[in-house]
C-alpha cells in the first residue's frame, strides 16, 4: 500500500487529454511538499517529466502539465500519442516517521 | 550532463549482504548541488525509495529498510554504495541508482536486477 495513491491505468486514444492522479494526505503533499512525475517507458528507468508540481525539464514536451491542490496532484497529458505509453510515477516527501521520499504505485497509460 | 552506472552482484542469497556501487561520471559526487540515491523496483511492482547520501555523508533511509540498510560514499572514486543485509526473496528487484539537486531524481542509472535465491 503506497503512501501516495494513483490509479492502476490509465487510457485515451491517440489526440485526447487524459490525466492521471496522485493523492496523498497532510504529512506528505498536503504539508506543502512538492510533488514530481516520472515516465517510465517498458524496459528503461524512470525518467523525470515534471519537478516542482509543474516544472518541466529541459526536452519534455508541452503536452505534459503537472498541477497540485491541497492533498493531491495531476499530471495531465494532451495530444496523446502511442509514444506516451508508459508507466507513470508521482514522488513527494512525507514528513511522518523521521521523514522520508515516497512514489506513488505507478499508473500504467494505454493509449488505444 | 551526469551519467550512473549500477554495478555489482546479479544473484545474491537469502541471509546474505546485497552490495552495489554506483559510478557517476560527468560531475563531482562531492558537489553540494546533489544528494544521491537508491531506488529499487521488484519485479512487475512500482518504485521503491531506499535511500539517499550527501557527499559529507550524512544519510537518508527508507524506515522500512533502515534496520538493513547503508549507503556510504567514496569521494575519490566518485561512487557511492549500498548495503542491504539478510536479503530475502522479497529483495529481489531492479536496483537503480540516481541523483537528485534537491528533492527528485533527475538522473537515473540503468538498473541492475538482482535475484535473491540459492
Same mark, same amino acid.
Given at each position: ?7 492502476? #491505468? ?9 490525466? *492521471? =492522479? ?10 506543502g511538499y512538492d510533488v514530481h512525475?516520472?515516465?517510465? !517507458? ?7 517529466? *515534471?519537478?516542482?508540481?509543474s516544472n518541466r525539464p529541459s ?15 495531476? !499530471?495531465? *497529458?494532451?495530444?496523446? $500519442? ?11 516527501? %512525507? ?8 512514489? +506513488? ?8 | 550532463?551526469?551519467?550512473? $552506472?549500477? =554495478? ?9 549482504? !546485497?552490495?552495489?556501487? /554506483?559510478?557517476? =561520471? +560527468? ?7 546533489? &544528494? ?20 559529507? +555523508? ?8 533502515k534496520s538493513r540498510v547503508t ?12 548495503? !542491504? #543485509?539478510?536479503?530475502?526473496?522479497? %529483495?529481489?528487484?531492479?536496483? &537503480? ?5 534537491? %528533492? /527528485?531524481? %533527475? ?12
Amino acid at each position: 500500500q503506497s503512501v501516495l495513491t494513483q490509479p492502476p #491505468s490509465v487510457s485515451g486514444a491517440p489526440g485526447q487529454r487524459v490525466t *492521471i =492522479s496522485c493523492t496523498g494526505s497532510s504529512s506528505n503533499i498536503g504539508a506543502g511538499y512538492d510533488v514530481h512525475w516520472y515516465q517510465q !517507458l517498458p524496459g528503461t528507468a524512470p525518467k523525470l517529466l *515534471i519537478y516542482g508540481n509543474s516544472n518541466r525539464p529541459s526536452g519534455v514536451p508541452d503536452r505534459f502539465s503537472g498541477s497540485k491542490s491541497g492533498t493531491s496532484a495531476s !499530471l495531465a *497529458i494532451t495530444g496523446l $500519442q502511442a509514444e506516451d505509453e508508459a508507466d507513470y510515477y508521482c514522488q513527494s516527501y %512525507d514528513s511522518s516517521l523521521s521523514g522520508f521520499w515516497v512514489f +506513488g504505485g505507478g499508473t500504467k497509460l494505454t493509449v488505444l | 550532463q551526469l551519467q550512473l $552506472q549500477e =554495478s555489482g552482484p546479479g544473484l545474491v542469497k537469502p541471509s546474505e549482504t !546485497l552490495s552495489l556501487t /554506483c559510478t557517476v =561520471s +560527468g560531475g563531482s559526487i562531492s558537489s553540494s548541488s546533489y &544528494y544521491w540515491g537508491w531506488i529499487r523496483q521488484p519485479p512487475g511492482k512500482g518504485l521503491e525509495w531506499i535511500g539517499s547520501i550527501y557527499y559529507s +555523508g550524512s544519510t537518508y533511509y527508507n524506515p522500512s529498510l533502515k534496520s538493513r540498510v547503508t549507503i556510504s560514499v567514496d569521494t575519490s572514486k566518485n561512487q557511492f554504495s549500498l548495503k !542491504l #543485509s539478510s536479503v530475502t526473496a522479497a %529483495d529481489t528487484a531492479v536496483y &537503480y541508482c540516481a541523483s537528485s539537486p534537491g %528533492d /527528485c531524481y %533527475d538522473y537515473w542509472g540503468q538498473g541492475t536486477l538482482v535475484t535473491v535465491s540459492s
